[in-house]
């Protein structure tokens, strides 16, 4: 644990208060609940990520309240324990050096897809944008050891899409930074509702592959400011 | 009925503000309409609890709006006559040495099940972590005697839950304090909403009873800050 | 039309303000869209209620936003034309002296009901406190005569129920003045949306009439502060 | 792109202000994720028309978040890429003289439907009053040419409605104003979702053609403020 005297200064201060911010987004979208979810960011040029600390409450969140692990997921600076999805989140950034960020959320409408298991399919323009295709289901696993990050990383291997969904459990998802993982969760519960509303009244219409190969070239590419 | 001079003063006045504060949570979640809906506490070392009064609104609820009983449920300090659902509250402390504190709720999803007298399966991981299984259903029971406490303690005995739904009527949760029995009020709703949407699209997939075990121990012992 | 000078002072201002701030519950509980939805008054002791102007917007609704009319529906004091639906809150006016305060809105999970032209069961007990049974569907009818007001006026007769659904259309209620209507708007969006979601996996279990009638006479006459 | 010292006074500064506040209503009325979604004006007598940049946050959204375009949707003044949508709104104000104000959004119910590409029945009288008669469905279109503005008009040919369900996409409406398509676009949301939750439970009752009519034209000539 570190001294008083070191967490009242704290290292990596700008890059935790960027992150304590980010998890506004999850509150003001209604992703998560109490004190559940979390967003991390890998710390540049160091292998060093930071990360939610464990059970605490999103109202009185500050830099404080984001720690720093080492890639194996040891506490390395900071007054709380970090969040107990630290493993995934460290198996993930031990795995893939194009990862920034990543995102945990138990979303409503994407965790009832989790909860059948099954894949949301590509049938909105905005999920062809976002996701380039399906967002796929993970493995059942239990938290506390590598077995979520490895879920996480396996089923995105060849998949465009940067959320998972773990089965009966919830969303995962990965970026470049926090804030494209923080996107990815909230785009995912997006189209998660607007799929799932849909098929209440009948299948949605699919969109032809090309389609939806050309609408993701364009808005990874297109989209936005340069 | 308090004298006004001792009232303007009010005995267990903290406790009354904590408990005040701690139904802002209800507001939020939106768990509570109008009126409906109260946060108690048992007073610590006394055979006392605080509830909320009754018809009081949210918008103006302080310390005031939250009354000092005996476990009887008789009112012994407070301007305002307690809860309409204090008789249930009185008998479940009376009942109940290890509970400390007590939610009602009509939430939406979870009376939407309370109706039809169905439990809600465990088919999510939260769930596991925070229930340790089903949340049970208790009888029809008409309010203003014992019947509603007596089927919420009939009712939570043998369950790890810490949340049943009476039936036709609501959520009823319990915490060793009142923090915790709202934690149980705010993550039955979003259990209740989660799994309601899943099998809108067919059937969730069971969580094995071993893996609900672990879950169960691993977040009442691990989880949060230490 | 109401001169400058008469409607800076403006008649009734205290009611018109009460009845201003009372349409705030209408867009805190997201019953109302855009300008549609309405609250009014009756005036003590005079021929003359007071109802939000034809087309305001709810976030610069002031006093002046509402205006006075006599019980023909003719403004009587105020800068702007009446709602759209004063015909029909006149007409109710007219016809039962007991009804002090009226609302309209199209909350969605009550229209629901009302756009299949089918009554609310009564399987809640927070519908059978509010409503002592079922709410009633009233006829299709079209806006801008006494139709709509003929057709509440009937079908509320003979019934509990504060609130009546018009076919296709929405809600109206009724009430000892504006806020018990305000209160009967806003309990049925709650209890449309309960057995909405309840009958989503299966059929509620009704509540015994006798059990109504109970929960009924205790709500009305024991609930709240004296 | 527009040089600093032209772009800090910036042309059309009124209403590019107005655009920027109008697009509150999308956030307020939850018809918008992210940064999804954008509003547009014609320039009153010039050749030209004002629309949210591409990627712009909703938060941070002011005058500078909206830049002026001519009709062949090139930029002529702002230091931001305009919305990837803006080769659509140009069509549409080419072809329509009549259009002064344009709207897109994924509104989830809406967009729902347009998922199935289904129209939205005229089953209730706040669809008759804005609408006129159900909300049609256009053609599935790649974003980035002609090809939705077409779709938009080819559509809304003939039709009452301002709002039209582009399949697999979303939501365009027209105004004779800004805040008219928005009008539109926010009842767009309201009407689908109504409907959608009325069919869940049986089929809603139609209103008879001549009903439609009679609703319509005196919503269009008489509701509001003259």
């Known amino acids: 644990m570190s001294t008083p005297a070191r967490s009242e200064r ?4 700008r890059l935790r208060e960027e992150v304590a911010a980010l ?3 999850l509150v003001r979208y209604q992703l998560v609940t109490w004190t559940a ?3 991390s960011a890998r710390v540049p040029g ?3 990520f930071v990360i939610k600390a464990s059970g605490v409450d999103y109202e009185s969140l500050d830099w404080r309240g984001v720690v720093v692990c080492d890639l194996d997921g040891n506490l390395v600076d900071g007054e709380h324990a970090p969040s107990s999805d630290t493993a995934a989140h460290a198996f993930v950034y031990r795995s893939r050096a194009d990862v920034g960020g990543q995102v945990h959320t ?3 409408y994407a965790t009832a897809w989790a909860a059948r298991g099954e894949p949301i399919p590509c049938v909105l323009t905005a999920m062809a ?3 380039g295709g399906p967002i796929p289901v993970g493995p059942f696993a239990i938290i506390g050891d590598d077995s979520i990050g490895r879920g996480v990383v396996a089923t995105l291997q060849g998949s465009r899409s940067p959320a998972v969904l773990m089965q009966n459990h919830g969303v995962f998802t990965i970026g470049k930074d926090a804030r494209s993982a923080v996107k990815a969760a909230v785009m995912t519960e997006d189209v998660a509702r607007t799929v799932h509303l849909s098929r209440q009244h009948g299948e949605p219409l699919p969109i032809p592959t090309d389609a939806v190969d ?3 070239n364009r808005y990874q590419n297109v989209y936005g400011q340069r």
């Open 37 to 39: 979810g979390n967003v």
């Open 129 to 131: 944008d976002e996701f």
């Open 23 to 25: 998890h506004g987004h």
């Open 10 to 13: 704290g290292t990596h201060r």
């Open 214 to 216: 050309k609408l993701y």
């Open 46 to 48: 160091e292998d060093l």
């Open 106 to 108: 138990h979303s409503p």
